[in-house]
């Protein structure tokens, strides 16, 4: 396990282990990551697409087309190669929820209390449906089915073809987890402190498992394990059971995601974490001095995440910094194709140069959980 130390400006001090794996040309022979290349946008900014206030949504990327909602209530379809509007769509409230786009048709919920099924090429309504309360939380559709929650306190499944409710299931507290549907079953988080395992066609509970504080955390799901946040701990939970494996003490309100067999995940007191999916033991962290929200994605070894400050791109075997930007907010990146798509609270949507050629593969990027694109597939 490579642990690296905070030097206490960002950078960190590798371990014998991470130093051998690591590139010489990137400055750790030295012992210190001497690489740390701070950029204004323009030197990877492909575009920017102003919007009226602050882009806290994920984008999700679908037949060459970003979809993303933005504080001004819109919810905006743009060229991804150009950024051009093909579209934008009104709701009458803040759009903090991220986009899931299936069959032709983009599904997102609005601070008015609504779930819109909107046309993917038009914008045109297809229908709405109505909750009791707000939906910060993102809505996920399996087979024909929209999941999602609201501030009512209630997961909802939906049908996605006419918007008619399937099923509903009282919870204690504000739902903003995203649900992830994994083997016909809906794992989604509670602001009353406890994770539900839902089966996807009834809504009848599998099993639960309560924390001390509320989950705001979307889960993910990785080879039969529920990886989630809560304001006290990561837990690794069996998917089938709900046995814990293991916990870690860190305050996360991300969503986790995996990939090869490591889970990155951000921690509200600044650090980005890479864990072993098996023992929960820390690889590395990284420190940015801000408060995180964002839920990092990775793609060719690399991480991407967003800070209240910056945008970070981290090597995923060690840790070491390979760049930055002077962008912050609270949305989750999606990289397609080497464009890395994010949103910022200084009101923007950037489309910005990766550094890399491929495309996001994590866990929560594959399970179409805040953002996705068109690889997304639930296994």
Not at 98 to 124: N, Q, R
Not at 134 to 152: Q, R
Not at 219 to 231: N, S
Not at 297 to 315: C, G, H, P
Request: charged share 20%; aromatic share 8%; glycine share 12%.
């Amino acid at each position: 396990m490579a642990y690296h130390e905070p030097l206490g400006d960002g950078t960190y001090r590798p371990s014998r282990r991470t130093l051998l794996k690591s590139v010489v040309g990137v400055g750790l022979a030295t012992g210190v990551a001497a690489s740390w290349a701070s950029a204004q946008p323009g030197d990877r900014q492909r575009w920017a697409v102003d919007t009226d206030n602050a882009v806290a949504s994920s984008p999700t990327v679908v037949d060459e087309t970003v979809f993303v909602g933005s504080g001004d209530g819109n919810i905006y379809a743009l060229d991804a190669a150009t950024g051009d509007t093909q579209w934008t769509a009104e709701t009458a409230g803040y759009v903090y929820a991220s986009p899931t786009v299936a069959d032709g048709t983009v599904f997102i919920g609005s601070d008015d209390g609504s779930l819109y099924a909107l046309d993917a090429a038009t914008g045109d309504q297809q229908w709405t449906f109505d909750t009791g309360d707000s939906v910060g939380s993102s809505p996920t559709v399996v087979d024909g089915t929209v999941f999602v929650g609201s501030n009512d306190a209630s997961i909802y499944a939906v049908d996605a073809a006419t918007g008619d409710q399937q099923w509903a299931v009282d919870t204690g507290d504000h739902v903003t987890s995203s649900p992830t549907v994994v083997d016909e079953t809906v794992f989604v988080g509670s602001d009353d402190g406890t994770l539900y395992a839902l089966a996807a066609a009834s809504g009848d509970s599998q099993w639960t498992v309560e924390t001390d504080r509320k989950i705001e955390s979307s889960p993910t799901v990785a080879d039969g394990t529920v990886f989630v946040g809560g304001w006290e701990q990561l837990h690794a939970i069996d998917a089938a059971t709900g046995d814990e494996q293991w916990r870690v003490d860190a305050t996360v309100v991300s969503s986790p995601t995996v990939a090869d067999g490591t889970v990155f995940v951000t921690g509200a007191g600044g650090l980005l974490y890479a864990l072993s999916a098996a023992t929960g033991d820390r690889e590395w962290a990284f420190e940015t001095k801000s408060s995180l929200h964002s839920s990092p994605t990775v793609a060719d070894e690399t991480v991407f995440f967003e800070s209240l400050r910056k945008v970070y791109a981290v090597d995923a075997a060690t840790g070491a910094q390979q760049w930055r930007l002077p962008i912050g907010g609270r949305s989750s990146p999606t990289v397609v194709d080497g464009t890395l798509f994010v949103g910022s609270d200084d009101t923007h949507i950037y489309a910005l140069r990766a550094g890399v050629e491929g495309s996001s593969t994590g866990s929560r990027v594959r399970l179409g959980t805040l953002g996705h694109h068109g690889d997304r597939r639930v296994v």
